[in-house]
């Protein structure tokens, strides 16, 4: 009985420090530890473009995974695999599968202001509010907080991957168990929008099989405090090309005669909404029903709403909801990019054979996709369009008046948990632990992650943990992670991972 006791008295009693004095001085001392892999990782260029980028990327998170103590497995699709790792803990009695993104965005390189987008740089804002480079060998000592490390995916999620492996490394060290499995799914697809998720959930149902999802992926609340996310918009994509003459024509012979496609485009969009924001096409919100039990948990999300338009440099917002989390609760329709001939220095005085639109509809749990591309397919018809597939034909063109290409796509759905779940309850003992008070609860976030396939074929209740910094410029040139959120990230997850479930 004696060594049996001694092994209860090991494995409780980091338990019980880490998540008093120590857990902060843990969380820098393996974030100090982490930059040289961190630095290897974040180098790997990751666009899900590229398939032979990601290769090297799951051979990469194999290797790092297995030295921590996970089985891999790789789950084939059409393309590139999935990766999923896992690792069993004596006398668990549940499985909590966490997701994780690992591919990147495309890069620009004339917009970054650095080298190589990939590889990351450390940086620390002058007097002048500008980020400059400082030597990488700062992070050997004192740690600024408000240091940057500047690279493609540093936040999104390439930061919240590392957060992961190194609270792995803590857990490790300090030979604590868990009281539940672990299965881990890494997606190399999430900026494509996962078009093989949906599919390989159901292949590997199996595999995948777990009580609980948690998805270590997002900024936190604009306030920069420690939050939990319980829902995620879903997404389609639309394009649109509306036709005018076979080629482009000179605008001075044949303006006042030959229609321009560029005006049909622009006035079939302004069909589309009213002036105040709302979308004017018919059904758009139905279902849609905001309590005002719902409205009060929308109202302690501490918002600051003054400071989001001034932030943003605008004077007021669409009439969507009576303030910004109301607002995301409701389905969007966005246009994403215009394009019709040349402008700029390029400019020339043509009349355009084409215009063409690329939007989305940001989904919400009471919306079906299928149904809201519907409704603006119904109403681009009634607004007298004819819809072709792919370039009208030479009859088509002697026949219609107005002709518009209409291409779309379903990406995922949305998903949303109650607050009163288990995971939910979990979660925020964890995060009290680590914080010594509860996350802001957003209902939903108003962008989206492909976690629906899980939710709906796996009957799994999921719930974000966003970690990194709002302003990190995700998507866009110059992305970065602030490191006093990637210190806390760590903290958060180790917090999570030592919380009894």
Not at 484 to 490: H, L, Q, V, W
Request: glycine share 6%; net charge negative.
């Amino acid at each position: 009985m004696k060594p049996f006791f001694l092994v209860l008295i090991f494995f409780s009693t980091p338990f019980t420090t880490i998540c008093s004095q120590n857990l902060d001085g843990l969380s820098l001392k393996y974030a100090k530890a982490s930059f040289t892999e961190l630095y290897e990782f974040f180098s790997l260029p990751n666009n899900a473009y590229n398939p032979e980028d990601i290769e090297t990327n799951v051979k990469w998170c194999e290797n790092a995974f297995q030295k921590r103590g996970f089985k891999t497995q790789r789950l084939k699709t059409e393309t590139v695999p999935l990766l999923l790792a896992t690792r069993d803990f004596p006398n668990a009695k549940k499985t909590v599968l966490i997701y994780l993104q690992i591919d990147g965005q495309p890069v620009d390189t004339s917009k970054w202001h650095q080298p190589d987008p990939y590889i990351p740089v450390l940086k620390e804002k002058n007097n002048d509010s500008n980020w400059n480079i400082i030597d990488w060998n700062n992070l050997e000592g004192d740690i600024n907080r408000d240091w940057r490390i500047f690279s493609r995916s540093a936040s999104d999620a390439r930061g919240p991957d590392m957060m992961f492996l190194k609270a792995m490394d803590i857990i490790n060290d300090l030979n604590f168990q868990p009281n539940f499995n672990l299965k881990v799914i890494m997606d190399f697809e999430e900026e494509l929008g996962s078009p093989r998720l949906p599919k390989a959930v159901l292949d590997y149902k199996k595999e995948l099989t777990s009580d609980m999802l948690v998805i270590f992926d997002g900024p936190r609340h604009l306030s920069n405090q420690p939050t939990l996310t319980y829902g995620a918009r879903g997404i389609a994509t639309i394009s649109l090309e509306v036709f005018g003459p076979r080629t482009p024509l000179h605008s001075g012979n044949y303006g006042n005669y030959a229609p321009n496609p560029a005006v049909k485009l622009s006035q079939l969009l302004a069909t589309m909404w009213q002036e105040d924001g709302r979308v004017a096409i018919l059904g758009w919100y139905d279902g849609i029903i905001i309590s005002e039990e719902v409205k009060a948990i929308l109202k302690q999300v501490p918002d600051d709403e003054e400071q989001i338009k001034k932030d943003f440099g605008i004077a007021s917002t669409d009439n969507i909801g009576n303030n910004f989390q109301e607002a995301i609760q409701y389905p969007a329709l966005g246009i994403l990019g215009l394009k019709a001939a040349w402008i700029g220095k390029e400019t020339r005085t043509i009349i355009p054979a084409t215009a063409i639109a690329e939007m989305n509809i940001r989904l919400v749990k009471e919306t079906n996709g299928a149904r809201m591309v519907k409704l603006l397919k119904d109403h681009i018809v009634n607004q007298g369009y004819y819809l072709v597939e792919e370039k009208p034909t030479e009859e088509e063109r002697m026949t219609y008046n107005k002709i518009v290409r209409f291409n779309s796509e379903i990406s995922y759905g949305a998903f949303r948990t109650d607050f009163d779940t288990e995971i939910g309850e979990w979660l925020r003992k964890g995060m009290r632990s680590a914080f010594g008070k509860d996350p802001i609860q957003i209902r939903t976030a108003g962008g989206s992650i492909p976690i629906s396939p899980f939710v709906i074929t796996l009957g799994l209740p999921a719930v974000a943990v966003p970690t990194v910094n709002p302003d990190n410029n995700q998507h866009s040139p110059n992305e970065n992670i602030r490191l006093g959120n990637y210190i806390d990230g760590i903290k958060t997850i180790v917090a999570i991972l030592m919380e009894k479930l």
